[in-house]
């Protein structure tokens, strides 16, 4: 019997036995090798919700991770027992208008692991035995860590958000948030040839990491000058989920420039200066998820083309799920904790 880390409600998370399901033809059963805990995690532990996706059934959590494949349906032919592999937690349906014009991240039936935004619940990876579809997994031969496997995903959503910004060659790059996504935000943003990246947060920790990975410059926002701010990016790319952040990136923005949102901001809405986008014809675009990015993330770890590691603060078993989700919660302490399977 394994166990899996189940959250019933805000700061109700019980470790309960869970068999994994039977495996269909093209299914694979996989051992966790490390998990993540992202920002919508910490909102359903801490809230019982992300936005307007509220847990209506226990849900386990979990949506970054890598594994180890220990049994394998009779028509699987990409991975064998042993292999460790990174997984892609998207399960579009491939059939629907927005999957067939080629942005299956929008699908409308879209199964999203460890995700409460469709009822039944999706149920995630935050335990210790579960079954995935062949088409899920990348085999990952390189000699990489499972921990930096598991970081896959959130590169994605930075790749994803990058995407969305446009041309990005010798632009100046503003991201608010230096946490997770927006370190990977960062990374990406170098990759896609920003000339100058600016990060600001209102804690010293992320700022310190968001210049490891690679920011040219770090400020802290509650404290800086206005003029410090203003009018000086071509884009902006708000990760933080903080509507001062947004306020921040449509100050910063230059006239003519982009604003991706990547961070969720609270449900129950804002105040939006929309005559600023107008008058200063600003775009203004949001970013969900991740489409084919997930397998250009998993081939730039790989080909050691980016490194995750300064950001990973922590591994911790999975049978002290909540003293992880404690961490994971203190931005002083922490950027990416992993829980793993001992």
């Known amino acids: 019997m394994s166990i899996a880390c ?30 993540g805990i992202c920002g919508s995690d910490l909102h359903y ?9 509220v847990i209506r059934e226990p849900l ?29 937690p998207s399960h579009p349906c491939g059939r629907c208008d927005y999957c067939r014009a080629g942005r299956d991240n929008l699908c409308s039936n879209m199964r999203f692991l460890g995700s409460a935004s469709v009822y039944p619940h999706v149920q995630g990876m935050f335990r210790e ?8 997994l990348t085999p990952v031969p390189e000699d990489i860590t499972l921990g930096e496997l598991a970081c896959a995903e959130p590169l994605s959503i930075g790749l994803h958000g990058v995407r969305r910004a446009g041309e990005m060659m010798g632009r100046t790059v503003l991201v608010t948030g230096g946490g997770t996504i927006g370190c990977m935000t960062v990374i990406a943003a170098r990759l896609a040839g920003a000339a100058r990246i600016i990060v600001c947060d209102i804690a010293d920790r992320p ?14 926002s ?33 006239r003519g420039g982009r604003i991706v949102q990547v961070g969720t901001l609270p449900a129950e809405g804002l105040h939006f200066p929309a005559n600023s986008i107008m008058a200063r014809e600003l775009d203004y675009v949001g970013a969900f998820r991740a489409g084919p990015e997930f397998d250009w993330a998993v081939a730039y770890l790989r080909a050691r083309k980016v490194d995750v590691r300064p950001l990973m603060s922590a591994q911790l078993p999975l049978d002290q799920a909540v003293a992880a989700f404690e961490l994971a ?14």
Request: net charge negative; glycine share 8%.
């Open 6 to 35: 189940r959250i019933h409600g805000a700061r109700d998370l019980r470790l309960e036995p869970d068999d994994p399901a039977p495996l269909a033809p093209h299914d694979v059963e996989l051992r966790l090798g490390a998990a």
């Open 207 to 220: 700022l310190e990491m968001a210049r490891a990975v690679g920011a040219d410059a770090a400020v802290r």
């Open 329 to 342: 919660a203190d931005r002083t302490r922490s950027t990416k904790v992993q829980l793993v399977c001992e």
């Open 45 to 53: 532990f801490l809230h019982g919700r992300v936005g307007a996706f």
């Open 222 to 254: 509650d404290t800086a000058h206005a003029s410090e701010l203003a009018d000086v990016a071509d884009i902006a790319i708000e990760a933080a989920g903080s509507p001062a952040a947004l306020a921040t990136c449509l100050a910063a923005t230059r």
């Open 60 to 88: 386990i959590p979990g949506h970054e991770a890598s594994g180890v494949v220990t049994r394998v349906g009779d028509a699987v032919t990409r991975v064998a027992p042993g292999m460790k592999v990174a997984i892609n």
């Open 129 to 136: 035995r579960f079954v995935m579809g062949e088409r899920q």
